[in-house]
C-alpha cells in the first residue's frame, strides 16, 4: 500500500541491541526502518533499567558516603530527600540520552516507526501505531525485542505497593519497611537505594548465596555489609503468600531460615526476566523458539532462517547491555557481508551495589566444575593504601589462571568501582595476558587498579610492596 516503507535491514526493538544495529546498519550504506513500541528510544536500559538505576545509585551513594564520613570526623545532618526534584533530576538523565538517540538516527536517515512490529511473513512486519497499521517489507530482520519482568504467578499484582523494577525506579515515595523478593543483581541494586533513602530492606532469596551467579567470595564482603544496615537477609527460602491489607502486605514465607509471617509497606519483585520470543509473530512464520522463549541463534546471530537474526534479551542470556550492543552491531555487519562472528571470550557482569561486584572469564565454580587446572591469586583490599585511604577496604580482587600456560582465565573484584576495575582483566583475558605481562605493567599508585597488578604479582612471587 502507499506509505509502506521497503526496508532493506528492519530492526525490531529499539534497546541498546536494535538501536546499534540500526545505526551500524545505516554507517554501512543500508536502507535501515526501526520500529519501537515506546515513545523513547533505547529500551529497557535507558528507561527504565541501567540508566536510571544507575542515577539513583550514584545518590545512594552520595548518601551513605555522606553518613560514614563521621568516622573522618566531618558531621553532615540527616539528608533530606526531595523526590520530585530526584525524580526530576532522574529523568533529565534517561531525557538526556533517548533524545541524543533520536539525533544519531536523524543523522543517519533511519525510518523511526512507532508501534508495536509483528512478523507477517518471512518477509513482511506489521506494525500497529497510533495512525493504524503499517506493513514493513523486508530484505533482513533483526529481531532485537528485548524481555519483560518474570512474575511468579498467583500474587497480587494489580496492587501498586507489590512492585517490580519498573515501578521501583519511580520512586513515588519512600516506604518504611520493604521486603525485596529476589537476591540477584536487580533486586539487590533496588534495596541498595532504598536504603539509603531510609527504608528498612529485608531480602528474600530461594539460593544459598546472594547473587548466585558470582563466586561466593567475591559476595562476602557485600553480605557482611548488607546485613548490618539491613533488616533481614533470609536466604535458602521462598515466599508463598502475599496477601493485601489496609496495614500492610502480609507474607508468608517458606523454607530453612523461614520467618513468621511480616508485614511490609511495599514489596519489590525482582525474580528475574524472560526473553519476549512469543509475543511478535516468530513462531508462526517458523522461526524456532525454544522452551524458554529464547531465540536461539548461531555464531552469526542468524536464526533458523538465515535472513532474520535476533540479537540481545531475546536471544539469550547473559541478558546484559553490553552484550544486546556487541551482537547488534555484529548482525548489522554480517548483514553488510563481512566476515564475522561473535569471538568475545567473556561478557562481563557487574552487580551495582555497594560494594559493587563485578566479575569475567571463568569463574571459580565453572573452573571445578570443568576440571579445569587452576590457580588462584587475590590481593585483599585490606592492603591497597587507597582503599586504606578511602575507608573502604573490605574489598578482593581475584585473578584466576591456568596453572600450565600462566594466562588469566577470570577474575573478580569486589568493592568500591569494581565496575570500573575489571575492565582491565577483560583485557587481559581477550589478548591472552599471563601473570607477567600484568606484573610487569606499571600501574599507577596508589589506585584501586593496582590490587590487580598485586595479584599478579603474589602469583609470580615478585611482590615486594603491599601498600
Ligand atoms: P531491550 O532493552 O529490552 O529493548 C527491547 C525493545 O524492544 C524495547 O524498547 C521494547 O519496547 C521493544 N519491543 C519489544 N517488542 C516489540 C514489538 N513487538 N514492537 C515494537 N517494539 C517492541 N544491563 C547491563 O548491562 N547493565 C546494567 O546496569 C543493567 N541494569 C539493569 C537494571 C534494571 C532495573 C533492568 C530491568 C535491567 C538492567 N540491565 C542492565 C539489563 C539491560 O537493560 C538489558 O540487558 C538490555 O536492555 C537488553 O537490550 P535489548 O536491546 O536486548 O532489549
Excluded at 58 to 77: L, M, N, S
Excluded at 218 to 246: D, Q, S
Aim: contains cysteine; aromatic residues 6%.
Amino acid at each position: 500500500s502507499p506509505g509502506d516503507i521497503h526496508a532493506e535491514v528492519v530492526v525490531l526493538g529499539a534497546g541498546p541491541g536494535g538501536y546499534t544495529a540500526a545505526f551500524r546498519a545505516a554507517d554501512l550504506g543500508k536502507k535501515v526502518v526501526l520500529i519501537e513500541r515506546y515513545p523513547t528510544l533505547g529500551g529497557v536500559c535507558l528507561n527504565v533499567g541501567c540508566i536510571p538505576s544507575k542515577a539513583l545509585l550514584h545518590v545512594a551513594k552520595v548518601i551513605t558516603d555522606a553518613e560514614e564520613a563521621q568516622a573522618q570526623g566531618i558531621v553532615f545532618g540527616k539528608p533530606q530527600v526531595d523526590i520530585n526534584k530526584l525524580n526530576t533530576w532522574k529523568e533529565s538523565v534517561t531525557g538526556k540520552l533517548t533524545k541524543g538517540l533520536r539525533a544519531l538516527a536523524k543523522q543517519r536517515k533511519i525510518a523511526i516507526i512507532h508501534g508495536t512490529g509483528k512478523l507477517a511473513t518471512p518477509h513482511l512486519i506489521h506494525v500497529e501505531t497510533s495512525e493504524g497499521a503499517k506493513t514493513v517489507p523486508f530484505d533482513n530482520c533483526i529481531i532485537a525485542a528485548g524481555s519483560s519482568v518474570t512474575r511468579i504467578p498467583g500474587f497480587p499484582y494489580d496492587d501498586p505497593r507489590l512492585m517490580d523494577s519498573t515501578s521501583a525506579l519511580e520512586l513515588n515515595d519512600v516506604p518504611q519497611r520493604m521486603l525485596v523478593i529476589g537476591g540477584g543483581i536487580i533486586g539487590l541494586e533496588m534495596a541498595t537505594v532504598y536504603d539509603a533513602l531510609g527504608s528498612k530492606i529485608s531480602v528474600v532469596e530461594w539460593m544459598d548465596q546472594l547473587i548466585p551467579g558470582a563466586d561466593a567470595d567475591l559476595v562476602k564482603p557485600l553480605y557482611r555489609r548488607i546485613k548490618k544496615r539491613y533488616e533481614a537477609i533470609y536466604l535458602k527460602t521462598k515466599v508463598t503468600r502475599i496477601e493485601t491489607g489496609k496495614a500492610g502486605l502480609t507474607v508468608t514465607f517458606e523454607g530453612d531460615n523461614a520467618p513468621k509471617p511480616q508485614i511490609y509497606d511495599r514489596i519489590l519483585m525482582a525474580v528475574g526476566r524472560r526473553p519476549n520470543g512469543r509475543a511478535i509473530g516468530a513462531e508462526e512464520i517458523g522461526i524456532q523458539i525454544n522452551e524458554r522463549g529464547f531465540i536461539p541463534v548461531d555464531r552469526q546471530m542468524r536464526t533458523n532462517l538465515p535472513h532474520i537474526f535476533a540479537i540481545g534479551d531475546i536471544a539469550s542470556e547473559p541478558m546484559l547491555a553490553h552484550k544486546a550492543t556487541y551482537e547488534g552491531k555484529l548482525a548489522a555487519e554480517i548483514i553488510a557481508g563481512h566476515k564475522a562472528g561473535f569471538d568475545a571470550r567473556t561478557i562481563p557482569s557487574v552487580a551495582y551495589t555497594d560494594p559493587e561486584i563485578a566479575w569475567m572469564g571463568l569463574t571459580e565454580r565453572e573452573a571445578i566444575q570443568q576440571g579445569i587446572d587452576y590457580e588462584k591469586t587475590r590481593f585483599p583490599w585490606a592492603a591497597s593504601g587507597r582503599a586504606i585511604s578511602m575507608a573502604r577496604d573490605e574489598g578482593l580482587t581475584q585473578l584466576l589462571l591456568d596453572k600450565k600456560t600462566r594466562r588469566i582465565l577470570g577474575a573478580g573484584i569486589t568493592g568500591v568501582n569494581a565496575g570500573e576495575l575489571i575492565a582491565e582483566t577483560v583485557l587481559a583475558l581477550e589478548m591472552g595476558a599471563d601473570m607477567q605481562d600484568i606484573s610487569l605493567t606499571i600501574h599507577p599508585h596508589p589506585t584501586l587498579s593496582e590490587t590487580a597488578l598485586f595479584a599478579a604479582e603474589i602469583a609470580e612471587g615478585t611482590i615486594t610492596d603491599l601498600f
